[in-house]
């Protein structure tokens, strides 16, 4: 009975959590930033180990930004995609997002963030 803990299934991350679709934009565009914050912060351990965490992470959101309508709400979105990429040290993925992103504005501040991408 003492020992009952040790059987607790881990719970879920947030990017594993299933999405009842359809979702809005807006909803859509919150997901993802939880889903970057949370791994934002497994990323900022700076463990190795983790790291598949966050591609995982970055993989989910990306695939719910695909089904966002609105250029705006997308282009914001997948900036912040690109911020946790950048951070797992991903630039690969981070170069292939920026192109993804249309809106000049956005472009401009990811690259002012990220001055790495203009290369």
Do not use: Y
């Given at each position: 009975?003492?020992?009952?803990?040790?059987?607790?299934?881990?719970?879920?991350?947030?990017?594993?959590?299933?999405?009842?679709?359809?979702?809005?934009?807006?909803?859509?565009?919150?997901?993802?930033?939880?889903?970057?914050?949370?791994?934002?912060?497994?990323?900022?351990?700076?463990?190795?180990?983790?790291?598949?965490?966050?591609?995982?992470?970055?993989r989910a959101?990306?695939?719910?930004?695909?089904?966002?309508?609105?250029?705006?709400?997308?282009?914001?979105?997948?900036?912040?995609?690109?911020?946790?990429?950048?951070?797992?040290?991903?630039?690969?993925?981070?170069?292939?997002?920026?192109?993804?992103?249309?809106?000049?504005?956005?472009?401009?501040?990811?690259?002012?963030?990220?001055?790495?991408?203009?290369?």
């Open positions: 009975m003492a020992m009952r803990w040790f059987n607790k299934p881990k719970p879920q991350e947030i990017w594993e959590e299933p999405i009842a679709w359809p979702i809005g934009d807006i909803e859509a565009a919150h997901r993802i930033r939880e889903i970057c914050r949370a791994a934002a912060d497994i990323a900022d351990k700076k463990q190795p180990s983790e790291a598949e965490r966050c591609e995982c992470a970055a959101a990306m695939e719910i930004a695909m089904k966002i309508c609105d250029d705006l709400l997308r282009d914001t979105a997948v900036s912040q995609i690109i911020d946790l990429c950048l951070m797992t040290d991903n630039q690969r993925a981070a170069r292939i997002l920026f192109r993804a992103i249309r809106a000049p504005s956005i472009r401009e501040e990811v690259l002012r963030d990220h001055p790495l991408l203009a290369e």
